[in-house]
């Protein structure tokens, strides 16, 4: 029997891309589960491959592809596709608020199957949260290497009504577009309805925005009275 190095199997499922799924290295070397999972068992050990996480059956490949962690987006959305981009990471990425994420927050539907994911936190939503966020708008969507995210006033919402949502005087909400501001606004409102997401965090955004808008509105009543003299 003619011996097949790890990294040149490695190589081999490279036509997989940065990653693989264990059911790849059966079919590929016609191997049984537990043959499958002992030789994963090993590469890993080498630190030429590194799971995805959990049950999910996926692996970076460090052989074929030295940065194949960093198509992590992609990974998370072979297995969890609906999977979306939280408030944090679009916070940060937006420049609302400069708090670092120290792990990739992602949201799901309360009946989608989860996967424990090394780097990343997962938090389920109801059905009717997806719901109101697809009719306002606050979703965008992603793509075979991203992931669909949260809009900018869609995080701020979402922070506001999450139970380890961002204090209010970590976000810039002057940094927001003011597409994304009304977004919030209207989302703020049709969130704060549902009990099972509502808490005490939503009425210190509601009266952090209040003050925030109110020097604007003041501003455009004495902009609209000058123009009537």
């Known amino acids: 029997m003619t011996y097949t190095s790890a990294r040149e ?5 490279a036509g997989f891309g940065p990653f693989f799924e264990g059911r790849h290295a059966m079919q590929l070397f016609g191997w049984a589960p537990k043959t499958a999972a002992h030789y994963l068992w090993l590469w890993q050990k080498q630190g030429l491959v590194k799971p995805l996480g959990g ?5 970076f490949n460090r052989v074929a592809d030295s940065n194949a962690e960093s198509h992590i987006e992609s990974a998370i959305r072979r297995v969890m596709p609906g999977a979306v981009m939280g408030a944090l990471n679009v916070l940060n990425e937006s420049g609302v608020t400069t708090q670092r994420p120290g792990a990739i927050h992602l949201l799901v539907r309360s009946d989608e199957r989860q996967f424990k994911i090394g780097g990343a936190t997962l938090q389920s939503r109801p059905d009717s949260w997806w719901s109101t966020l697809w009719l306002h708008g606050g979703i965008v969507l992603g793509s075979e290497q991203v992931l669909a995210r949260l809009g900018a006033g869609a995080a701020v919402a979402d922070s ?3 139970r380890d949502g961002l204090d209010p005087d970590d976000i810039d909400f002057d940094a927001l577009k003011p597409v ?5 606004a209207r989302l703020l409102k049709a969130l704060s309805g549902q009990a099972a997401l509502a808490t005490a ?4 955004y509601v009266q952090v925005w209040h003050s925030h808008r109110q020097p604007n509105q003041d501003r455009r009543r004495t902009s609209n009275m000058r123009r009537a003299k």
Request: proline share 0%; glycine share 0%; net charge positive.
């Open 9 to 13: 199997r490695l190589l081999t499922l």
């Open 55 to 59: 049950k999910s059956d996926v692996f």
């Open 160 to 162: 506001a009504l999450s």
């Open 180 to 184: 994304e501001r009304k977004r919030a």
């Open 201 to 204: 965090l939503e009425e210190a």
